[in-house]
């Protein structure tokens, strides 16, 4: 599925896809608990998060759900501080992502779409025992082009990937939240109510 519709991207744009992503979750999960996040934070919080795309490793495929993913987190439709550029280097960026031939997760087993690592001067840390400067996203790239998995999927991993690198764990109790693992029953692919709002209270957002 995933590279037919690569295929088909040629010529698309991004507006085609804004218009593709619902927000499925808003009428149904109002009422869920923030999702749960790190003790700690990026530093230099939500409102100028520069994001880096690894452009020679293949990354440039998955650009148009990277970019979307972007839109989603910071128009959610219940207002927060995020607010997402895109630049040429990583000098200082504060997201880089990747995309990888699975050599990343050996070991780990098969069936892995992506992961985050939070980083504080290139050295991974725990987001509940300090803040970090940056995150790296990986994205695996066979298994997010095989056929078994849909391109919503797709969509709503990087997106869920994203929420990682702002300091939201996972929340596999809440199928409506981008938070929810796919294994878990992730039924969306955008951030939900309770995604928006665990934004807001960890980086003390009024709204």
Request: charged share 15%.
């Amino acid at each position: 599925m995933i590279k037919r519709f690569i295929k088909r991207m040629i010529g698309w744009t991004t507006v085609l896809l804004l218009g593709a992503t619902v927000n499925v979750s808003a009428a149904t999960n109002v009422y869920y608990p923030p999702t749960p996040t790190y003790t700690y934070q990026l530093n230099g919080g939500m409102g100028n998060i520069t994001v880096y795309l690894d452009y020679a490793s293949g990354v440039g495929a998955w650009e148009p759900y990277i970019t979307q993913a972007a839109h989603d987190w910071m128009y959610t439709g219940w207002g927060n501080p995020i607010y997402i550029t895109f630049v040429s280097s990583n000098s200082a960026s504060q997201i880089d992502v990747h995309a990888d031939d699975g050599s990343h997760w050996e070991g780990i087993g098969g069936g892995v779409f992506a992961s985050t690592t939070l980083r504080k001067n290139g050295n991974e840390v725990d987001g509940d025992v300090e803040n970090w400067n940056y995150a790296d996203i990986y994205l695996n790239d066979p298994v997010l082009r095989s056929d078994d998995v849909s391109n919503f999927n797709c969509q709503g991993t990087i997106t869920h990937e994203f929420g990682h690198a702002f300091g939201l764990k996972h929340y596999n109790t809440n199928p409506t939240s981008i938070m929810c693992q796919i294994g878990a029953g992730r039924t969306v692919n955008v951030p939900a109510y309770c995604d928006n709002c665990a934004i807001n209270n960890k980086y003390n957002y009024g709204g």
